[in-house]
């Protein structure tokens, strides 16, 4: 039977912008993967400022409603409390419509840097292929954020497990400019979708 090949993406969301998408799509096209599932956070351990899940989770559903290949999950919104990688990828794993899956999980290189403070990284990275998308800064170029991921993997004895680095086409967007920039009333038309752009002033966020 042909396993059908699924990239999870998970992330705050806070929110959704075409860095994300443009991420996403690269990754499915590079993997040939059949699905990308988006797996908004409930309570992201490292993060203070983020908005309700029901409004991060809606934003992702209305920006990848138009692309047959992206899905949703709500699976760390409903199992509530800190989302936890290791703990979300068990329970992906564990499903039964998820047997015949071919499993990835996308993470950026500067999380992936820091794999070693996660509790059980390794039983972690054992789960699946990890696909670690290089995210340089302004002061970082594609190949530093390469051996930064090289050395990591030697550094920690990774050489055995399932790990690919890829690099993206620079995107420097990030939420974090997005959230300052509506506060500032300032335009965030190109670097979010316009559905999501509608969302965000009807409800008044990150005001």
């Known amino acids: 039977m042909i396993k059908t090949k ?3 993406f998970g992330g705050t969301f806070n929110p959704i912008h075409n860095g994300h998408l443009i991420i996403a799509n690269h990754v499915r096209s590079v993997f040939r993967l059949d699905k990308i599932i988006f ?39 409903d199992r509530g409390g800190e989302s936890y990688t290791l703990d979300t990828l068990q329970y992906f794993l ?29 039983t972690l990275l054992s789960l699946c292929r990890f696909i670690v998308v290089t995210r340089p800064n302004q002061y970082q170029i594609d190949a530093e954020a390469e051996k930064e991921c090289d050395y990591t993997i030697k550094t920690l004895g990774l050489a055995d497990y399932n790990i690919e680095i890829l690099s993206i086409p620079r995107i420097d967007i990030s ?19 316009d559905i999501v752009i509608d969302y965000i002033s009807e409800k008044n966020l990150y005001l």
């Open 39 to 77: 797996v908004p956070s409930y309570a992201p351990p490292h993060k203070t400022e983020f908005l309700p899940p029901e409004h991060r989770s809606e934003m992702v559903r209305r920006a990848i409603r138009s692309n047959i290949n992206f899905e949703i999950s709500h699976m760390e919104i």
């Open 175 to 193: 939420a974090s400019y997005i959230r300052r920039s509506i506060r500032a009333k300032k335009s965030v038309q190109y670097l979010v979708p």
């Open 94 to 122: 564990s499903l039964d419509n998820n047997k015949n899956k071919e499993v990835s999980f996308i993470i950026g290189s500067d999380a992936f840097t820091q794999i070693a403070t996660w509790d059980d990284y390794k």
């Open 6 to 8: 699924v990239g999870l």
